[in-house]
């Protein structure tokens, strides 16, 4: 037994020798990783505090429109020049070992690795101060093992090279407050108004708990959960002996008042139009917050200098200066949905909110077209004719009546064509067109044209009740005029990052989503509400800007209590204009009825002056143009006192002459065809009135 137990122990020294060795030789390993590691950073020397690059916005003739806010650049500040209490707040949520360790604090790591152990995922960061500042010296935050050991390599030579004062100025005057504020006087300039050297405790103390999510902490976002981020802070700061118990319960009780804005803000080239770029960036392309603001990108865009100012100019021009209305424009090109310019406001300083993107507002009648495109698949013409009267609507077995009025209550009391209908804005004729294609046609066929917005199935939905984008009709008018082709609003053509890689190029689109012969039927339709050949019981509703026109154009125009619209196009270029009220106040003064139309013109005018004059050209087949008389959508002869050229699907253009202007005993160009037939309109409507 003896010898078994001896021969036991002798073995059992000898593995214990070898693990000793071994892990000696391990240990001398990683210690000569680490000094190589050191030896190699003190070799490399200094990183550079090299703070990220603006982002440049760049117009579609290569001119720099705008740039980023490079707030480490614009608003660095000393550390002496920053409050005290906001240093020892920051330091104090988020590093309190900050002047004790080398860039590392292990143990914070090992509870932080606990914790996440504890709740089977990651609930607990452990970054140093000098680690997140290596991190913002970083374009990329890819959750990589190669990120992270460059971070940890960059932290050992930022402690190694700086001293703490050093890493803590950065620090702070490259961590992100929300809100485009990049640094502390970024952030104290925009939360409070002032220099970050004048932050109050209290004050200081809120700024220093937003780094941790300005989507969560910001007061702009919610003061609640703001305010108890504060008292965290606070607390946090008796605990480590920067102030007192009392100094933080009087911090935390006092009121703050916030900015929201900064100082001598400077307003930049089509800042409406810069603010939608920033949005499709970050959720088009799913960019993130501090690559957009600080990655040194080159955003081509499709806005035109010379359109935007031209949109900005007629608009200042145009609405009274004492008027509190307010204006939306968006230009496209029809061909490739460019945005050309983009107004969303009267004046960005006082107001950023985008009308042009943002505001939902009912669009009135300029939503008839998309109704009149429908009605050509299912038999309508543009000679088609309904009685235009003073009509109720019965539904459910009369338990229920919808009673639509033109303007001023005024009606043909007779029959007309819906060439003329939609010159004249006959609110009658689009409701009888709606019902018969049936309420849901009419939205299945917005859809088509690019409408996203949620559609109401109700009667009224044919005078343009349910609320829409400007830029969304801006872009559905853009079908009728590239002869149906589908396109999208086009903000971004191509990225480019910092190093001059493009990470995103537009392709373009070539899906046709509208028939044609149909798009350019409506597009004929659509310049009759210039020509007062069409003029009736009312004057066509473009009469009172169409001598201002010096080319072919196509458009209509829409109004309800609180909306006025006008959108029309050449070949070239869909505009869409919107004025109204933000809070939904009638528009009452008949000036300022008029103000979309007139803007639209003046802006059309001088946005194409110079730019060859085009005519919009049929398609090589599918359409046949006939002279018609306009009053009653016959084929006129040559007694017929007006005349007027309008398109017609290949097929369904009239084959009965207009008599009405026949002297006693002459007779027809060619003889008509007998119809015995009570036309189907007017077998299909059984509606009272």
């Known amino acids: 037994m003896e010898i078994m137990t001896n021969h036991g122990f002798r073995k059992t020294i000898k593995y214990l020798r070898a693990f000793i060795f071994i892990s000696l030789i391990g240990m001398t390993l990683v210690l000569l990783l680490l000094f190589g590691v050191l030896g190699y950073a003190k070799i490399l020397g200094a990183p550079p505090l090299a703070v990220p690059q603006s982002t440049l916005y760049i117009a579609d003739n290569g001119k720099i429109i705008g740039e980023s806010n490079n707030g480490q650049k614009r608003y660095w500040v000393p550390l002496k020049d920053i409050s005290p209490d906001l240093v020892n707040a920051t330091v104090s949520i988020e590093d309190k070992k900050f002047y004790n360790h080398h860039g590392f604090d292990f143990s914070r790591i090992a509870g932080a690795a606990l914790a996440d152990i504890r709740a089977f995922g990651k609930v607990q960061g452990a970054s140093t101060i000098t680690q997140q500042y290596a991190r913002n010296l970083f374009l990329e935050y890819d959750k990589t093992w190669e990120r992270k050991f460059f971070e940890a390599f960059y932290t050992i030579r930022l402690e190694m090279n700086y001293p703490k004062r050093e890493i803590l100025e950065g620090y702070l005057n490259t961590i992100y407050y929300g809100n485009g504020a990049y640094g502390v006087e970024a952030a104290s300039q925009y939360y409070f108004g002032k220099s970050a050297s004048k932050l109050s405790l209290a004050e200081a103390a809120m700024l220093a708990g937003i780094p941790k999510g300005p989507g969560l902490y910001s007061p702009f976002v919610s003061e609640k959960r703001a305010k108890l981020r504060q008292r965290i802070i606070l607390n946090t700061m008796v605990d480590n002996g920067f102030i007192s118990k009392r100094k933080a319960a009087l911090a935390a009780e006092k009121t703050l008042k916030f900015s929201g804005k900064y100082p001598n803000q400077q307003v930049k080239v089509a800042p409406y139009f810069q603010d939608a770029v920033k949005n499709a960036l970050k959720y088009q392309l799913h960019l993130d917050d501090r690559t957009i603001a600080l990655g040194g990108l080159k955003v081509f865009t499709t806005l035109n200098i010379k359109q935007q100012k031209a949109a900005e100019k007629q608009i200042q021009k145009v609405v009274a200066s004492n008027s509190d209305i307010q204006t939306a424009l968006v230009a496209m090109d029809p061909k490739t949905g460019n945005v050309k310019a983009m107004v969303g406001g009267r004046d960005y300083q006082k107001s950023p909110f985008n009308r042009a993107v943002q505001a939902v507002r009912q669009p009135g009648s300029t939503f008839k077209p998309m109704l009149y495109y429908a009605a050509l698949s299912q038999g309508f013409t543009p000679s088609t004719t309904m009685r235009s009267e003073f009509t109720t609507f019965h539904f459910d077995d009369g338990a229920s009546d919808y009673t639509p009025h033109n303007f001023n209550n005024k009606y043909a009391n007779g029959e007309i064509t819906m060439a003329q209908a939609l010159a004249l804005s006959d609110n009658i004729f689009a409701v009888k067109t709606h019902l018969f294609l049936g309420e849901e046609t009419l939205i299945d066929t917005a859809r088509k044209f690019g409408i996203s917005t949620e559609l109401s199935k109700v009667p009224s939905l044919a005078l343009g009740t349910s609320g829409v984008r400007v830029i969304e009709m801006a872009n559905a008018y853009s079908l009728f005029a590239n002869g149906g082709k589908k396109v999208e609003p086009?903000?971004?053509?191509?990225?480019?990052?910092?190093?001059?890689?493009?990470?995103?190029?537009?392709?373009?689109?070539?899906?046709?989503?509208?028939?044609?012969?149909?798009?350019?039927?409506?597009?004929?339709?659509?310049?009759?509400?210039?020509?007062?050949?069409?003029?009736?019981?009312?004057?066509?509703?473009?009469?009172?800007?169409?001598?201002?026109?010096?080319?072919?154009?196509?458009?209509?125009?829409?109004?309800?209590?609180?909306?006025?619209?006008?959108?029309?196009?050449?070949?070239?270029?869909?505009?869409?204009?919107?004025?109204?009220?933000?809070?939904?106040?009638?528009?009452?003064m008949v000036a300022e009825k008029s103000y979309a139309k007139n803007i639209w013109a003046q802006f059309m005018e001088e946005a194409l002056k110079g730019k060859p004059i085009k005519d919009f050209k049929p398609p090589k087949d599918g359409v046949v143009g006939v002279y018609l008389n306009p009053a009653n959508g016959k084929l006129a002869t040559s007694d017929c006192p007006v005349k007027r050229l309008t398109y017609f699907v290949k097929g369904t253009e009239p084959t009965e002459y207009c008599t009405e202007h026949l002297k006693r005993g002459q007779s027809l160009p060619l003889e008509p065809k007998p119809s015995q037939k009570t036309p189907w309109y007017k077998r299909i409507f059984p509606w009272g009135h």
């Open 490 to 588: 086009i903000l971004i053509t191509k990225v480019e990052d910092y190093n001059g890689n493009i990470i995103y190029q537009k392709q373009a689109e070539n899906e046709r989503v509208l028939d044609p012969a149909k798009a350019f039927v409506m597009t004929d339709m659509l310049t009759g509400i210039f020509d007062s050949k069409l003029n009736g019981y009312a004057n066509v509703t473009g009469n009172s800007i169409a001598k201002k026109l010096t080319r072919p154009y196509a458009g209509k125009s829409g109004s309800t209590e609180t909306d006025s619209w006008m959108i029309g196009f050449t070949p070239q270029l869909v505009t869409a204009v919107w004025s109204g009220y933000d809070k939904g106040k009638p528009i009452d």
